[in-house]
C-alpha cells in the first residue's frame, strides 16, 4: 500500500476489513449512492470521520484530472465504434440512422462513463461505466454526438446524423390484381405504403391518415366532400400504423404494416352514362399522412393527392402515391 | 429513496401503466430504469442483496408481463386494412372505401358496414400492439437474461435465490425453461 497516513492527503483510500458496521451506517446515510469519485469520496470521508479504518491504496499521489493513461496532446486514446440494431440496411456501422433507430455503442478500451454531448435521444444504461450501451435517436433530426469518457479522464466521441422521415410512395400489392365491374369505368387495388429515405430504418416510426374530403368534378360530383375515411370526430385521424424492421428493403424503404383498400368508387350510370361516350371526370382527396415516434409529437408529411379519373372513352385512372393504376370499362369483371 | 429505489419505482409504474393501458413504450420505460439499477452500489451487503432481489423480481414481472400480452395467434401477414369498402346503394352507386355509413340506405347493409369499420379499427389495434411487442419481448428477455447470469450465476445460493423467483414469477413453461437454463449448477436446484 502507499506510504499516505494522512486522509486528506491520499486520493485512493480504501476501508479496512473487517468494516465498522457503525461507521457504514453512518456513512451511508451521509452518502446513499456512489456513482461518481465525488460521492465516493463523500462517502469515504464520512466513514473515516466516524472512526472507520482505511488505508492508502495509491502507488502516488493522483487525482481524477491527473490520469494514468494520459491523453497525450489531447489525443483521445479511445474508440467508440456503432453497430445499428436494424440488420435491414445491411451496412450496420452505418452512423446515418433514422428518428426512432437504436445502436449499440462500445468503447475500446473501456469501460467509460457516456453522454450526449450534443443534439438529443436517449442512452441506456445512462448512468455507471459501461463498455455498451444503447442510444436510441428520438424524433429530432440533426447531429447527434455521444461521449465516453474513461476513468483515465480520456475521451473520444462519435457523431451519429439522424434523419426524419422525408416523403412516402405507394405500391401495388404484390400478388394482387385490380378491382373492376366490367362496363362500368371503375377502378380499384391494394396499396402498399412506403417511407423515405430508404438508407434508414423507420421500425420506431408509426404513421396514420388525417382525414381529408372529397374534391369532385363532372360525373363525379356526387362525392363531393365525402370522408375518405370517416375517422371518429374531434381527431378525425386513423389509428397509427406500424413499420416492421425487417420489411425494410433497400430498393423501397421503409414498409408500413398496412394494406390501403384504394378505390375509385362508381357514382352509377345515371352520372357517367351507361356506354362511351362517358361523362368525364375526376376527384380527389387531399391525403395528409403524419408520422410520430413512440407516443410522441404528430408530424405533418406533406399532402399527397388520391385522385380519380373517368375519361369520355370509358377509361378509368386511379393515382396514390406515385403509383397508377387504369382500366377499360370493357375490361372483364375481377377483383383484387 | 436511494437513486436505485427510484428507479425501481420507475419501472414498477412503468409495468402498471402497460398492465392498464397496454402503451408499449412503458415497457421501454421500465427496462431503461432497470438497466440503471446498481445493485453491487451499497456497501452493506444485506441492503445489496435486497435490491439484487427487488431487481431481479422486477425483471421477471417486466418479462410475464410481456409473455401475457403477446397473442401466440398472431399473424404478421394478415394486414389491417386502411379503409373499408361500403357496399353499393340502391342507386347502383359505389362510394369509394372509408365513406359514411349513414349513405347506405339499407338498414342490413349500413348495420354490417359499420360493424366492419369498427371491427377493423379493433383489429388495426390489436395489430399494432402484437407487432410492437415482438421487438420488446426480444429486448426484455435479452436484458432480464444478462442481469440473470451477470448477477446470479456460479454462486450455488444465489442461483437457488434465482430459481425460486422464476418459478415463483414466470408462467409460461417454454419461458421458465429458457431462464432456469441460465443457472447450470447442478447444486443449485431451488427447494
Redesign the interface.
Known amino acids: 500500500m502507499g506510504s499516505h497516513t494522512d486522509a486528506t492527503v491520499c486520493r485512493n483510500r480504501r476501508a479496512t476489513e473487517p468494516l465498522d458496521r457503525s461507521a457504514v451506517a453512518t456513512a451511508n446515510a451521509a452518502q446513499p449512492s456512489c456513482s461518481s469519485y465525488a460521492e465516493r469520496k463523500r462517502w469515504m470521508d464520512a466513514y473515516i470521520a466516524a472512526g472507520g479504518g482505511w488505508e492508502c491504496a495509491c502507488p502516488a499521489e493522483r487525482t481524477p484530472s491527473d490520469p494514468a493513461e494520459p491523453c497525450h496532446g489531447g489525443t483521445p486514446t479511445c474508440t467508440v465504434t456503432s453497430e445499428t440494431v436494424a440488420t435491414k440496411p445491411t451496412n450496420r456501422a452505418r452512423t446515418r440512422i433514422g428518428v426512432g433507430e437504436e445502436v449499440t455503442l462500445t468503447v475500446n478500451p473501456g469501460p467509460a462513463t457516456w453522454s450526449i454531448s450534443s443534439g438529443t435521444g436517449r442512452l441506456s444504461p445512462s448512468a455507471g461505466q459501461r463498455n455498451s450501451v444503447r442510444y436510441t435517436a428520438d424524433d429530432t433530426a440533426g447531429n447527434v454526438t455521444i461521449t465516453a469518457t474513461a476513468a483515465s479522464g480520456c475521451s473520444c466521441s462519435l457523431t451519429l446524423e439522424v434523419i426524419a422521415p422525408g416523403s412516402w410512395t405507394m405500391k401495388r400489392e404484390a400478388g394482387t390484381g385490380l378491382k373492376h365491374t366490367h362496363g362500368r369505368p371503375n377502378c380499384g387495388w391494394y396499396g402498399t405504403m412506403f417511407v423515405h429515405p430508404n438508407d434508414v430504418n423507420f421500425y420506431n416510426v408509426e404513421v396514420r391518415e388525417v382525414d381529408s374530403q372529397c374534391v369532385a368534378h363532372g360525373s363525379y360530383t356526387g362525392f363531393a366532400n365525402l370522408w375518405h375515411g370517416s375517422y371518429p370526430p374531434p381527431d378525425r385521424v386513423s389509428g397509427w400504423l406500424t413499420i416492421t424492421m425487417a420489411n425494410h428493403t433497400d430498393t423501397d424503404g421503409s414498409k408500413v404494416n398496412s394494406r390501403d383498400n384504394i378505390y375509385t368508387g362508381d357514382p352509377g350510370a345515371a352520372a357517367t352514362g351507361a356506354a362511351p361516350p362517358f361523362t368525364a371526370g375526376d376527384h380527389h382527396f387531399p391525403i395528409t399522412f403524419q408520422w410520430h415516434v413512440g407516443s410522441g409529437t404528430a408530424h405533418n408529411f406533406t399532402a399527397v393527392r388520391q385522385e380519380a379519373e373517368i375519361f369520355t372513352t370509358g377509361r378509368c385512372e386511379s393515382r396514390k402515391g406515385g403509383n397508377t393504376e387504369d382500366t377499360q370499362h370493357s375490361d372483364p369483371t375481377s377483383t383484387r | 429513496m436511494?437513486?436505485?429505489q427510484v428507479l425501481l419505482q420507475t419501472a414498477r409504474d412503468a409495468e402498471t401503466a402497460f398492465a392498464a393501458r397496454r402503451?408499449p413504450?412503458q415497457l421501454?420505460r421500465a427496462?431503461?430504469a432497470l438497466?440503471?439499477v446498481?445493485w453491487r452500489?451499497?456497501?452493506?451487503l444485506p441492503?445489496r442483496g435486497r435490491l439484487r432481489r427487488e431487481t431481479l423480481d422486477a425483471w421477471l414481472h417486466l418479462v410475464r408481463l410481456v409473455d401475457d400480452a403477446l397473442d401466440p395467434d398472431f399473424d404478421?401477414g394478415r394486414?389491417?386494412?386502411?379503409?373499408?369498402?361500403p357496399p353499393p346503394?340502391r342507386?347502383?352507386?359505389?362510394?369509394?372505401?372509408?365513406?359514411?355509413?349513414a349513405?347506405i340506405e339499407d338498414p342490413d347493409s349500413r348495420d354490417r358496414y359499420a360493424r366492419e369499420?369498427a371491427d377493423n379499427?379493433a383489429y388495426?389495434?390489436h395489430?399494432?400492439l402484437q407487432?410492437?411487442l415482438r421487438?420488446l419481448e426480444e429486448r426484455v428477455v435479452d436484458a432480464c437474461s444478462a442481469f440473470i447470469k451477470d448477477s446470479y450465476r456460479g454462486n450455488p445460493a444465489d442461483e437457488r435465490e434465482a430459481k425460486a423467483a422464476i418459478q415463483a414469477v414466470i408462467k409460461s413453461p417454454r419461458r421458465r425453461a429458457a431462464l432456469l437454463s441460465l443457472l447450470a449448477s447442478p447444486s443449485s436446484t431451488a427447494p
Request: proline share 15%; glycine share 4%.
Open positions: 436511494s437513486d436505485n402503451d413504450d421501454t427496462v431503461e438497466e440503471n446498481q452500489e451499497p456497501l452493506h441492503e404478421p394486414l389491417p386494412e386502411l379503409a373499408v369498402q346503394t342507386d347502383g352507386i359505389v362510394y369509394p372505401p372509408g365513406a359514411d355509413p349513405l369499420l379499427r388495426a389495434e395489430y399494432r407487432s410492437r421487438p
